[in-house]
Each structure stands twice: as structure tokens, then as C-alpha cells.
């Protein structure tokens, strides 16, 4: 593929909302996007045209409408827009593909506390009250008290397990600045 041409005043123009400017900008950028998008969900087991489309109908929404935010984010001094263009694309196919996988688990909103933390005795951690929901609070608890895996966790409560290790990052947290102060 021949180099984007984004001149300074390409850029410019296409960040007034110049109609030829993008025009120009468009042809040029599809066949990038759809390529960086292609290589990123079929390195992730999606090979979907489908999928390809929505993901490229996506960029480009990004890149050409609302208020043009994110064009405006490019810096030349960082590196070249067809590197810049493909880290956007590549991105936006991973935040698809995350959205999508959420789709298959119950959203941890919709777990009952009671569910998640069934009563196993006494407990080896005193977790200090009002510091952590119920839901971290279990998360903490199956982690380092019943030594479940991040993925045992998630099949547990029927979420992702990305979510598990977010729960136990912010609870983390948390309870060191309860610590700390």
C-alpha cells in the first residue's frame, strides 16, 4: 500500500471538516483499516467478514464523524500515520472482540451477592467492613482464602475473567490506601 498522503495541511483540512480532504483521506485509509482489522481478529480466532465489516465501519466512524476527536489525537513527532491508523484499527478490533466475548457472561451486576460467597466456616481473612463491595469482597475471598484461579473465580460467578482480575486489582488497591491511612 503507497503512504497515506496526511500532509500537515491534509490533516488540517480534514480536522475543519474539508468534504475533498476526506474523501481523499478515506480512500486512502480503507484498505489499511481493513487489513489491520482482518490480521487482528484472525489472530484472536475471528474470521468473520462480518465481523471484519462492523469493526471497520467502527474505525471509520471514529476517524470521520462526531467531532473528529480522535484524527485530532495523530502526532507526527510520535510516528507515522499508517502506524498510528493500524494501532487505532487494531485497538478498536480488541475492544470488539471484548465487547463481544461480555456478551456470553452474566454482568457481575446481575450476580447475587449471596450467590458468590457461600458460607465455607470461618474465614481466614478480616476484611475491614464498608472498604469493599460484597462482590470484591468474594472475589478477595476465593482468590486468597479458597486459592481458586483467576479463571476458577470467573466460571464461579459466571463472568469473564478479565473482570475477575479487575475486581481483585481495585480491591487491592483499596485496601492498601485503607492500610495506609
Given at each position: 500500500?503507497?503512504?497515506?498522503?496526511?500532509?500537515?495541511?491534509?490533516?488540517?483540512?480534514?480536522?475543519?471538516?474539508?468534504?475533498?480532504?476526506?474523501?481523499?483521506?478515506?480512500?486512502?485509509?480503507?484498505?489499511?483499516?481493513?487489513?489491520?482489522v482482518?490480521?487482528?481478529?484472525?489472530?484472536?480466532?475471528?474470521?468473520?467478514?462480518?465481523?471484519?465489516?462492523?469493526?471497520?465501519?467502527?474505525?471509520?466512524?471514529?476517524?470521520?464523524?462526531?467531532?473528529?476527536?480522535?484524527?485530532?489525537?495523530?502526532?507526527?513527532?510520535?510516528?507515522?500515520?499508517?502506524?498510528?491508523?493500524?494501532?487505532?484499527?487494531?485497538?478498536?478490533?480488541?475492544?470488539?472482540?471484548?465487547r463481544r466475548?461480555?456478551?456470553?457472561f452474566?454482568?457481575?451486576?446481575?450476580?447475587?451477592?449471596?450467590?458468590?460467597e457461600?458460607?465455607?466456616?470461618?474465614?481466614l481473612?478480616?476484611?475491614?467492613?464498608?472498604?469493599?463491595?460484597?462482590?470484591?469482597?468474594?472475589?478477595?475471598?476465593?482468590?486468597?482464602?479458597?486459592?481458586?484461579?483467576?479463571?476458577?473465580?470467573?466460571?464461579?460467578?459466571?463472568?469473564?475473567?478479565?473482570?475477575?482480575?479487575?475486581?481483585?486489582?481495585?480491591?487491592?488497591?483499596?485496601?492498601?490506601?485503607?492500610?495506609?491511612?
Open positions: 500500500m503507497e503512504t497515506v498522503p496526511l500532509s500537515p495541511q491534509r490533516l488540517e483540512d480534514c480536522l475543519m471538516g474539508d468534504p475533498e480532504a476526506w474523501r481523499i483521506l478515506f480512500d486512502h485509509v480503507q484498505p489499511l483499516i481493513r487489513k489491520a482482518h490480521w487482528t481478529l484472525r489472530r484472536y480466532g475471528v474470521d468473520e467478514p462480518a465481523d471484519v465489516e462492523d469493526v471497520c465501519q467502527e474505525v471509520m466512524y471514529r476517524l470521520f464523524l462526531g467531532e473528529r476527536k480522535l484524527l485530532s489525537t495523530y502526532d507526527p513527532e510520535r510516528g507515522t500515520f499508517k502506524t498510528w491508523l493500524a494501532i487505532v484499527s487494531r485497538s478498536t478490533a480488541v475492544d470488539y472482540l471484548r466475548e461480555a456478551v456470553r452474566l454482568p457481575l451486576d446481575e450476580v447475587e451477592p449471596a450467590a458468590l457461600p458460607d465455607m466456616g470461618e474465614r481473612l478480616d476484611l475491614p467492613q464498608g472498604v469493599l463491595s460484597p462482590r470484591q469482597r468474594s472475589v478477595i475471598r476465593m482468590l486468597f482464602e479458597d486459592n481458586l484461579s483467576t479463571g476458577e473465580v470467573a466460571e464461579k460467578m459466571d463472568v469473564h475473567p478479565q473482570t475477575i482480575r479487575s475486581l481483585r486489582h481495585t480491591s487491592l488497591a483499596k485496601l492498601r490506601h485503607h492500610y495506609a491511612h
